[in-house]
């Protein structure tokens, strides 16, 4: 058997280059959902190694598979990352395997930012089998973390009838992403409030929300403001905080005190001519 295995090997030198058996690999990689914050993801891949003519030893062939350029706030894990194959058979073959890559994001970033990196696959080959290698890139971003805006405003606004005034409410953007912030107001009856209906705060800023009050007559409300929030890329992820403003409004003085005023003098007038007559 021996001799026999050794002349297909003379007869076969020529047709495998010297021993040496071509080889290939291939890789496929799923889709990366966004990754929460201090969590882990793990997506899948196929590797497939393939050989051509003239693989008549079964010889171990060790394949590496490593992430290379990995973004700072991740962490990629690959399980296993080496492969073992023995290539064997006169007209090629190939043979597939799965891995699973684990993602960790280990630090906060900014969400929906798509960043990548790349799944290296290799191998030195064999005595009998040449190397090769395969590249592929895999694309990742964080997900957002929903954290409640730190909103600054007055308690109370007091004014007089008519009288118009602005206050500045400043909204802080404690989430990990660009929002959107909307405000929506209930229970201020006479009075009368304008604002802007959306605004747009980056990640970890203040933006000023001004709104003018008018006081149309006179009372005293416990408004309610309504603002929410949610991620500029994604809209089915909306939220709410409510804040209370009490909006107080009083008469304006002087109007009717005038008036008292006049007609004190004229009763007091005329009851100094009458006793002036009187005596005269």
């Not at 590249?135 to 308690?155: A, C, F, G, K």
Request: hydrophobic share 40%; aromatic share 10%.
């Amino acid at each position: 058997m021996k001799k026999i295995v050794a002349l297909l090997v003379i007869f076969l030198l020529p047709a495998t280059n010297a021993c040496i058996v071509r080889s290939d690999i291939s890789l496929k990689v799923d889709e990366a959902p966004p990754i929460p914050l201090e969590n882990k993801v793990t997506i899948n891949a196929n590797l497939t190694f393939s050989w051509g003519f003239g693989a008549i030893i079964p010889l171990p062939v060790n394949i590496y598979i490593k992430a290379e350029g990995v973004p700072d706030w991740l962490d990629v894990s690959i399980y296993p990352d080496t492969i073992t194959i023995s290539p064997f058979g006169l007209f090629g073959g190939e043979e597939s395997k799965n891995i699973q890559v684990q993602l960790y994001a280990r630090k906060e970033t900014e969400a929906y930012v798509l960043n990548s990196f790349t799944l290296h696959a290799y191998t030195n080959g064999s005595f009998l089998v040449k190397g090769s290698e395969a590249t592929t890139n895999v694309y990742v971003m964080e997900d957002y973390m929903d954290r409640e805006p730190y909103i600054q405003l007055p308690s109370a606004v007091n004014m007089k009838v008519g009288e118009t005034k602005t206050i500045s409410i400043n909204i802080t953007n404690r989430c990990n992403a660009p929002i959107y912030l909307e405000l929506i107001h209930e229970n201020t009856t006479g009075f009368s409030l304008s604002y802007k209906e959306k605004i747009r705060i980056s990640p970890k800023a203040t933006e000023p929300l001004p709104i003018t009050i008018k006081a149309e007559k006179v009372g005293n409300v416990k408004g309610l403001l309504k603002f929410i929030y949610y991620p500029i890329e994604d809209e089915t992820r909306k939220n709410e905080v409510e804040r209370y403003l009490e909006l107080t409004s009083r008469a304006k003085p002087g109007g009717g005190g005038a008036i008292a005023v006049g007609l004190i003098i004229v009763i007091v007038g005329i009851i100094v001519y009458v006793i002036w007559k009187k005596k005269f």
